[in-house]
C-alpha cells in the first residue's frame, strides 16, 4: 500500500501565510507578490466554505451532463491576534503618524494571498494557497477586564476569488499524494503558487 492509499487524517493546522499582491490582478500575466510572506502563529481555526453552483443537461430523457462550478471560497479566521501592519495592509490603510482614516467612499481593498499547513497522521500534510483574497471589514467588540481568565478569540472573514489570469482559486499540495516526492512544506510555502506553468521553475524534477 502506497502513502497514497493510506487512511490519513488532520492533526491540526500550523501557521498562517500571507502574501500582498503588488500592483493590480491583470488578465494577462501572473499575479505579483511582495517578497516578505507573513508566517503568523494565529490559527485558531479556519472554517473553509465554497459557493458550488450546478447545472444539468437532459436529452432523449436522460441527464447527459451534469457540470459543477464554484466561483469563491469564504475563509472564516478565528484568531488570537494580528500584527496591526498586516491588517492596515489588508484593509488599504496608509498610517500618518501611527493615525489611519476611514471614509464612506467605495474603494476596491487590496488583494493577497492566504496558505496554510495543515499537519496529517504519518508525518504527512497538506499545504494551500488562495492567491487573490480580500478581507470583509472586521467587526470589533471591546470589554473590560475583569477577575476571569481568558484571552478573546477575534474573527477575520476573507473572500477567495479566482485569479484574472486563469481563473484559479487555490493551489493545494498534499504530500501523500505519490507524484509528491521531494517537495518539503516550507519548499512549498516559500512563495505563492497560482499557475501550473510555475511548477517545474519552482520545484524541478531531481
Given at each position: 500500500m502506497t502513502k497514497a492509499q493510506e487512511m490519513l487524517y488532520k492533526v491540526g493546522v500550523e501557521n498562517l501565510f500571507i502574501a500582498f499582491m503588488t500592483g493590480t490582478d491583470k488578465a494577462d500575466s501572473i499575479p505579483t507578490y511582495d517578497e516578505e510572506i507573513y508566517s503568523l502563529p494565529?490559527?485558531?481555526?479556519?472554517?473553509i466554505a465554497g459557493n458550488p453552483t450546478?447545472?444539468?443537461?437532459?436529452?432523449?430523457?436522460?441527464?447527459?451532463?451534469?457540470v459543477t462550478k464554484n466561483n469563491q471560497y469564504t475563509l472564516t479566521l478565528d484568531h488570537p491576534g494580528l500584527p496591526v501592519e498586516v491588517l492596515d495592509k489588508m484593509l488599504g490603510k496608509k498610517p500618518i503618524k501611527g493615525i489611519a482614516f476611514d471614509d464612506a467612499k467605495m474603494k476596491e481593498l487590496p488583494y493577497f494571498a492566504v496558505g496554510f499547513i495543515a499537519p496529517l497522521s504519518s508525518g504527512e500534510f497538506q499545504a494551500r494557497w488562495y492567491p487573490r483574497c480580500q478581507v470583509t471589514p472586521?467587526?470589533?467588540?471591546?470589554?473590560?477586564?475583569?477577575?476571569?481568565?481568558?484571552?478573546?478569540?477575534?474573527?477575520?472573514?476573507m473572500t477567495a476569488s479566482p485569479l484574472l489570469y486563469n481563473d484559479i482559486t487555490k493551489a493545494d499540495f498534499n504530500s501523500a499524494r505519490d507524484s509528491a516526492a521531494g517537495i518539503s512544506k516550507e519548499d512549498f510555502m516559500q512563495q505563492v503558487v497560482c499557475d501550473e506553468s510555475q511548477i517545474e521553475t519552482l520545484f524541478p524534477t531531481p
Open positions: 494565529a490559527i485558531e481555526s479556519l472554517g450546478s447545472a444539468a443537461k437532459w436529452a432523449s430523457n436522460k441527464k447527459i451532463v451534469n472586521p467587526e470589533e467588540t471591546h470589554t473590560t477586564n475583569n477577575d476571569e481568565t481568558s484571552l478573546p478569540t477575534e474573527q477575520l472573514v
